[in-house]
């Protein structure tokens, strides 16, 4: 699960979590290693890479997954490899390498379905995660909704990685529901780095609705505002609130059966 990454024999950098992308920085020295003008790039895995523990969660047979021959940790580690792209790319005075945004609901706790002209708005919280070769005394990160809505921040990078939350409301944008409810409404949401120099931008789809895990009488406000960061169950069973709607979850799960987990048969005598 773990590797060292070399370009042109030029060692980048170690990968030890299967779950994260790495950005590796590459120097006039990587480039300068390159045998007749083609790059070289390698993925040596090496089991004695210590990866905590993170593995993909089929390891070591858990349910329907074979086992493996290779070991990390203890474990038959069992991966499918690299599974997304390599790539190398230009940075100018920054670069965007995460935008992550959350939707909050503005209004009450809806117990009713929502209507995309009763709904209270949502709030928008977009985390944008720069990465910049050298300090930037200024620039701005700018936050633009397909609704029509723009906000603009002004921002210092230091070197390496920096994080920048900005805030954007969004009130005139219609309901995302789940198949067979309604349609499923997409905005896009762009996050653009501007200063003097130069400037990038990184689009993500996002969606508007309220869920709500369901345990108890949610009907009453007293028991909504006592069950804030609490878990557990009540004793009305489970179900789900999507913009106000219940919705019953359904669905089914066979895991492949084993010669080593199936029963003797015992005739119907001895019941």
Same mark, same amino acid.
Not at 133 to 157: C, S, Y
Not at 242 to 258: C, H, K, L, Q, W
């Given at each position: 699960?773990?590797?060292?990454?070399?370009?042109?024999?030029?060692?980048?950098?170690?990968?030890?979590?299967?779950?994260?992308?790495?950005?590796?920085?590459?120097?006039?020295?990587?480039?300068?290693?390159?045998?007749?003008?083609?790059?070289?790039?390698?993925?040596?895995?090496?089991?004695?890479?210590?990866?905590?523990?993170?593995?993909?969660?089929?390891?070591?047979?858990?349910?329907?997954?074979?086992?493996?021959?290779?070991?990390?940790?203890?474990?038959?580690?069992?991966?499918?490899?690299?599974?997304?792209?390599?790539?190398?790319?230009?940075?100018?005075?920054?670069?965007?390498?995460?935008? $992550?945004?959350? &939707?909050?609901? !503005?209004? +009450?706790? #809806?117990?009713?379905?929502?209507?995309?002209?009763?709904?209270? *708005?949502?709030?928008?919280?977009?985390?944008?995660?720069?990465?910049?070769?050298?300090?930037?005394?200024?620039?701005?990160?700018?936050?633009?909704?397909?609704?029509?809505?723009?906000?603009?921040?002004?921002?210092?990078?230091?070197?390496?990685?920096?994080?920048?939350?900005?805030?954007?409301?969004?009130?005139?944008?219609?309901?995302?529901?789940?198949?067979?409810?309604?349609?499923?409404?997409?905005?896009?949401?762009?996050?653009?780095?501007?200063?003097?120099?130069?400037?990038?931008?990184?689009?993500?789809?996002?969606?508007?609705?309220? $869920?709500?895990? &369901?345990?108890? !009488?949610? +009907?009453? #406000?007293?028991?909504?505002?006592?069950?804030?960061?609490?878990? *557990?169950?009540?004793?009305?069973?489970?179900?789900?609130?999507?913009?106000?709607?219940?919705?019953?979850?359904?669905?089914?799960?066979?895991?492949?059966?084993?010669?080593?987990?199936?029963?003797?048969?015992?005739?119907?005598?001895?019941?």
């Amino acid at each position: 699960m773990g590797a060292n990454i070399s370009l042109n024999g030029v060692h980048l950098g170690t990968a030890n979590d299967p779950f994260l992308r790495f950005v590796f920085p590459v120097t006039t020295a990587h480039l300068l290693a390159a045998n007749g003008g083609a790059h070289e790039l390698t993925v040596a895995f090496d089991t004695s890479i210590d990866c905590g523990g993170r593995w993909m969660a089929c390891t070591g047979g858990w349910d329907w997954a074979p086992y493996s021959y290779t070991k990390q940790g203890g474990a038959n580690t069992f991966t499918k490899g690299i599974w997304k792209s390599v790539y190398m790319t230009t940075v100018g005075s920054a670069a965007i390498t995460h935008v $992550v945004p959350h &939707v909050f609901y !503005n209004g +009450t706790y #809806p117990t009713e379905p929502l209507t995309d002209s009763t709904h209270a *708005g949502f709030t928008v919280s977009v985390t944008v995660h720069l990465w910049a070769p050298a300090p930037i005394g200024f620039g701005v990160v700018g936050i633009a909704g397909e609704w029509g809505t723009t906000v603009n921040k002004h921002v210092t990078l230091a070197a390496g990685d920096n994080k920048v939350t900005v805030e954007i409301e969004a009130s005139k944008v219609k309901l995302w529901w789940p198949n067979g409810m309604g349609k499923q409404n997409l905005y896009n949401i762009t996050a653009q780095w501007l200063d003097s120099a130069s400037g990038v931008s990184a689009s993500r789809r996002i969606g508007f609705r309220f $869920v709500a895990l &369901v345990t108890g !009488n949610d +009907t009453d #406000p007293s028991y909504v505002a006592a069950s804030k960061g609490a878990q *557990g169950t009540d004793h009305l069973g489970m179900l789900f609130r999507v913009n106000g709607a219940a919705i019953f979850a359904r669905g089914a799960n066979m895991i492949p059966v084993s010669t080593q987990q199936l029963l003797p048969l015992r005739p119907l005598s001895e019941f």
